[in-house]
């Protein structure tokens, strides 16, 4: 599970002093597609993104959903710098890749985009969770700006 790994990672970190960054990603207008489309296309849309998420993790890496359509990436021995460029490069293939509506919808496909939020570990965290606190701060920042961007 990657709150496990996630809680084994910080305390790895904190012992050896090293570094790790973490990636928090919510889809944008998520209510909105369920609104519109219903929840079976909401949890195709998900799955879509889940999909390309896990297609390009590396083995040491760990996600799974926080939340609704929220979703936890734990980067280990990855600096913020680098964190920032996997969630950039995940965000312009998540915009590019297109959800297929179905016949219903007169196969329509669907644009996605995601906000992310990425943070580093600090020694300054006492708990795991103040990790999560800061990529979930970063997050908030990237829909107050306009959503479908990085922040950090």
């Known amino acids: 599970h990657w709150q496990t790994l ?10 050896y002093e090293d570094t790790a960054s973490v990636i928090m990603m ?4 998520f209510k909105q597609v369920n609104d519109t489309y219903g929840h079976q296309i909401g949890d195709r849309a998900i799955q879509l993104i889940a999909d390309i998420i896990l297609g390009s993790q590396r083995e040491t890496d760990a996600c799974g959903r926080y939340g609704g359509e929220e979703f936890v990436i734990l980067l280990p021995k990855t600096s913020l710098n680098d964190a920032v460029l996997v ?3 995940l ?3 998540i915009e590019e890749t297109l959800l297929p509506l179905g016949k219903e919808y ?4 669907l644009k996605l985009t995601v906000s992310a939020g990425v943070a580093e ?3 300054e965290f006492s708990i795991a969770e ?4 800061k990529a979930d701060a970063a997050l908030y920042e990237s829909k107050e700006k306009g959503r479908n961007q990085v922040s950090k």
């Open 121 to 123: 570990f600090s020694n």
């Open 6 to 15: 996630f809680e084994q990672e910080f305390l790895r970190c904190k012992r």
């Open 106 to 109: 007169n196969d329509e496909q």
């Open 91 to 93: 965000r312009k293939q």
């Open 26 to 29: 919510d889809i944008d207008h």
């Open 87 to 89: 969630a950039e490069r």
């Open 130 to 133: 103040n990790w999560l606190e």
